[in-house]
Every structure is written in structure tokens, then in C-alpha cells.
């Protein structure tokens, strides 16, 4: 609400809450009646919740501008001035914007930027294997809100990696190198990025989970938009989605020179979830 240069209207979803959540919330509406809807349900995760405030978002409102807000951030001022400057409201192709963000410790002091030198991989084939784009950095248009509704939820592990590959795929996305979120990082955090011990530890812990976060992205990305996508890239995208109908297909992702991670480390994690069947 403190965000300058734009009318800022909040839509919330409490997700079963079960702590002083709610509370907040209606201290908060209450101050701003015209500004704050609150939405409830039954626990969804935050994937599951994020579908369901943009589709009612898609349903009954009409911004020209979307973006998504978790609960640990803090929003530097101009983050959404910064952001509409840099996509268009009204472009006929979904488009999405994504800066650095401040990483900090539990009680907001600063540690370092998220990202030094940041740059989109060199083919798009490797979107398909790794999200830059931290959800709570997220700004996104009209048109990206409409397709990202059309995906089955069910398959959608995490929000903020369909969106990039909407935009990726079908329209543009763009990075802002300035920190526009104080991004905190702990110990109860979904995802952390502070130490890097514990971030391999997660990913070791998330291969027995067997999420097929790439591969059901991939599998929606293709039956909800094969038709305007360059064919050679669909070529790409099917082998992802269908990659563990048998070892041939899994030998072909394995060893495939364009779907490939960015770096040493992820691909060497992206390999053996492939190998695992978990990708």
C-alpha cells in the first residue's frame, strides 16, 4: 500500500491459517475497506493459492497490472513504478517482469543481492530446466494472468516457474537488475538461498518427493499452447513432458545438448533427477 506511482489493490487468500494470520488481516481491511479483499479456503499450499487469487483476480477485477505478494517480503517503494515501466498492460502476448532481490536474515539485514551477474541462458531450451525468477519479484500483465489460468493446477508445482515459462514460451520476459524486494530468508522459509550447504541438502531431500516439476510444466505448457510455439521448440518441450515413457525417451532428455541447466551444479541435480525419474 506504500507503493509509490500506482493504485495499489491487495487480494488475499488464507490458506486454513491456523496462527494470528487472520487477526492481522482484519486490522488491516479494516483500515483499508476499499482496498483489501480477503478470500478463504481449505489448504491449498501456495501454489494452490496463488491459482485461486489470480483466477478470481481474472474473474473480477480488471488491473492492469499483477503481481505476486508472499509473506516474508518487504516491497522496496518504487518496485511496481520500476516494474510498469518496463512491460506492457495491454500487450497482445503474455509479459512478465522479475528483478534482483536483497537477501536478508529473519530481522531484515541485508546480506547480499540474490543474483551478481544475472543473464537469460543463451537457449530457450533451458528455461525448461531452471526458474530465475523468485515468485515474490514477479510483476506480470493481462494477458500472462489469462494464460496462466488455463493450466490444470494439479500439475502446476510451483506458480512462479509456469509463469516464466508462459512468458518465455509465448510473449517476454524481462529482468531488472535493481533490488526491488528485501527477500528474507529463515529457518521456516519454503525456499532459502542464505547457505549453501542447506541448499543442497533440500535438493537431496526433495528427489524422493518425485515432484515431475519440469515435466508436468512442460506437458501443459504443450497441450495448452503447442500451436504458438515455434515448432522446434515444442519438439523440446515434448521431450521433457514425455521424457519417462520408457528408457529411450529417458536416454534422450539424459543426454540431450540443448535441454541442459544453466550451470555445473544445477544441471549436475537436474541430470540425476532425470535419471531418478523426478524431473
Known amino acids: 500500500l506504500a507503493q509509490q506511482e500506482a493504485d495499489v489493490r491487495v487480494l488475499i487468500r488464507d490458506d486454513s491459517s491456523t496462527d494470528g494470520t487472520c487477526r492481522?488481516?482484519?486490522?488491516?481491511?479494516?483500515?483499508?475497506?476499499?482496498?483489501?479483499?480477503?478470500?478463504?479456503?481449505?489448504?491449498?499450499?501456495?501454489?494452490?493459492?496463488?491459482?485461486?487469487?489470480?483466477?478470481?483476480?481474472?474473474?473480477?477485477?480488471?488491473?492492469?497490472?499483477?503481481?505476486?505478494?508472499?509473506?516474508?517480503?518487504?516491497?522496496?517503494?518504487?518496485?511496481?513504478?520500476?516494474?510498469?515501466?518496463m512491460i506492457d498492460s495491454d500487450s497482445p502476448v503474455p509479459e512478465m517482469y522479475f528483478s534482483n532481490a536483497t537477501l536478508t536474515d529473519s530481522k531484515l539485514k541485508p546480506v547480499r543481492p540474490m543474483y551478481d551477474n544475472f543473464s537469460f541462458p543463451p537457449l530457450k531450451s533451458m528455461r525448461l530446466t531452471d526458474n530465475p525468477a523468485a515468485g515474490c519479484t514477479i510483476v506480470f500483465n493481462k494477458k500472462a494472468r489469462d494464460c496462466f489460468v488455463l493450466a490444470d493446477e494439479n500439475k502446476i508445482i510451483y506458480h512462479d516457474f509456469w509463469m516464466y515459462l508462459i512468458c518465455s514460451y509465448l510473449g517476454r520476459v524481462v529482468y531488472d537488475d535493481r533490488c526491488g524486494v528485501l527477500y528474507r530468508q529463515h529457518d521456516d522459509n519454503v525456499m532459502g538461498r542464505l547457505d549453501k550447504k542447506k541448499v543442497w541438502i533440500n535438493r537431496a531431500k526433495k528427489m524422493k518427493h518425485r515432484l515431475h516439476l519440469r515435466e508436468y510444466s512442460a506437458s501443459e505448457l504443450s497441450r495448452l499452447f503447442s500451436d504458438k510455439i515455434d515448432p522446434s521448440e515444442t519438439e523440446n518441450i515434448n521431450i521433457m513432458a514425455g521424457y519417462r515413457q520408457n528408457l529411450s525417451t529417458r536416454m534422450r532428455l539424459l543426454f540431450h545438448r540443448e535441454i541442459v541447466a544453466p550451470s555445473a551444479d544445477k544441471n549436475f541435480w537436474f541430470k540425476l533427477q532425470v535419471i531418478l525419474g523426478s524431473a
Open 24 to 85: 492481522i488481516i482484519e486490522s488491516c481491511r479494516a483500515a483499508h475497506p476499499d482496498r483489501i479483499t480477503v478470500m478463504s479456503g481449505s489448504h491449498k499450499g501456495f501454489s494452490g493459492s496463488f491459482f485461486s487469487l489470480v483466477r478470481k483476480a481474472a474473474a473480477s477485477d480488471d488491473s492492469d497490472y499483477y503481481a505476486f505478494c508472499d509473506q516474508d517480503d518487504v516491497w522496496v517503494p518504487d518496485r511496481l513504478q520500476a516494474a510498469i515501466s
